[in-house]
Structures are given as structure tokens and as C-alpha cells.
């Protein structure tokens, strides 16, 4: 009886040490997928008022996250927190399916330009000029498909502003913890 006893313990005893070494080796990864997970879901989040407030308001995360995980991980997190922030938000909020598609184009686009370009001044720069170009791209593709000129220049105006609050305020901060 003892044997069985003894073969119990010593594999558990393997088990639990080479769990706590593949923890201490896969820590960072585990850190930052935790943290991508966090980043999505207050981008989520973020989206909820803005679309329940009426009217075509830019106060929105999922951009500003896209952005500051591609200038510190590169295109394909930075797609993946773009355009699942993006989408869920979207799913969740009953959002016109063709809108989302259009926006999370632009998230992949904008992914692409911080991941080929990087940082192109300082991180508020950086992120005025992200924004912008992704203001132009999806509002003239909204434009395209009917959308009111009004109601994109909104939607820009209001976009450019948050997203020069959100990097002056806390993008730094973000952007060190990643």
C-alpha cells in the first residue's frame, strides 16, 4: 500500500514544481495576456455610453488601445484587441454589422501603421496622428455608404479630443505596464 502512497506524492510533488517553473517561465506572457484581456474589455466597455448616448460621439478606448499595444507589441496584438474590442462592443450593442466591419478595417489598418511606423513624435503625437488617419479613413468610407457628413465630422471632432485626453493622461502609464 505504501508504493502506490509514495507514487502518488512523488508525482505530485514533480507536478506542482514544474508548475511553478513553466508559471515563473510563461509569467510575463500570462501578465500580458491578462492585460490584453483587461485592455478589450474596458474598450468594450468603453463603447457601451457612446453608442446608447445618441448622435455619432467619438468616446470610445478601442482605438487608443490599438494603438498603444501595437507601439508596444506589434500588428497582430494590436489587431486582435482592435478588432475584438471593436466587434463585441458592436455584437453587443446590436451595432449595424457593416459599421463595425467598416471601423474594425480601420482598426487593422491603423495596426498596420503603428507596427510599420511606430511612434512618430511623442506618445500624444503618436496618438493624435493614429487617430486622425483613422478618422479620415473610416469617415470617408462612412461618407461613401451614406452617413451623414455631419455626423462624421462629429464623430472625428469629438474622436480627435478624447483620444488626446486619453494620451495625455494615462497612454504613458498603459503603455509601461505592457
Same mark, same amino acid.
Given at each position: 500500500?505504501? %508504493?502506490?502512497? @509514495?507514487?502518488? +506524492?512523488?508525482?505530485?510533488? @514533480?507536478?506542482? @514544481?514544474?508548475?511553478? !517553473?513553466?508559471? *515563473?517561465? !510563461?509569467?510575463?506572457? #500570462? +501578465?500580458?495576456? =491578462? /492585460? #490584453? /484581456?483587461?485592455?478589450?474589455? =474596458?474598450? @468594450? =466597455?468603453? %463603447? #457601451?455610453? *457612446? %453608442?446608447?448616448? +445618441?448622435?455619432?460621439? /467619438?468616446?470610445?478606448?478601442?482605438?487608443?488601445?490599438? #494603438?498603444l499595444v501595437g507601439l508596444g507589441h506589434g500588428f497582430l496584438l494590436a489587431a486582435f484587441v482592435g478588432a475584438i474590442s471593436m466587434g463585441l462592443s458592436g455584437y453587443l450593442t446590436r451595432e449595424r454589422p457593416d459599421d463595425v466591419g467598416i471601423a474594425v478595417l480601420g482598426f487593422l489598418v491603423v495596426a498596420g501603421l503603428v507596427s510599420v511606423f511606430g511612434q512618430v513624435g511623442s506618445l500624444v503625437v503618436t496618438g493624435v496622428v493614429y487617430t486622425a488617419v483613422y478618422d479620415v479613413l473610416v469617415c470617408g468610407v462612412y461618407l461613401l455608404t451614406g452617413h451623414s457628413p455631419f455626423g462624421c465630422a462629429k464623430f472625428a471632432g469629438t474622436h480627435l479630443i478624447w483620444n488626446y485626453v486619453a494620451f495625455r493622461s494615462f497612454a504613458a502609464v498603459i503603455l509601461a505596464i505592457l
Open positions: 500500500m505504501e %508504493r502506490p502512497l @509514495v507514487l502518488v +506524492g512523488s508525482f505530485v510533488a @514533480v507536478a506542482v @514544481v514544474l508548475s511553478l !517553473f513553466l508559471l *515563473q517561465m !510563461f509569467a510575463s506572457e #500570462i +501578465g500580458l495576456a =491578462v /492585460g #490584453i /484581456g483587461i485592455l478589450i474589455g =474596458v474598450g @468594450v =466597455v468603453s %463603447r #457601451i455610453p *457612446q %453608442r446608447f448616448a +445618441g448622435g455619432d460621439i /467619438g468616446f470610445e478606448l478601442c482605438l487608443a488601445f490599438t #494603438i
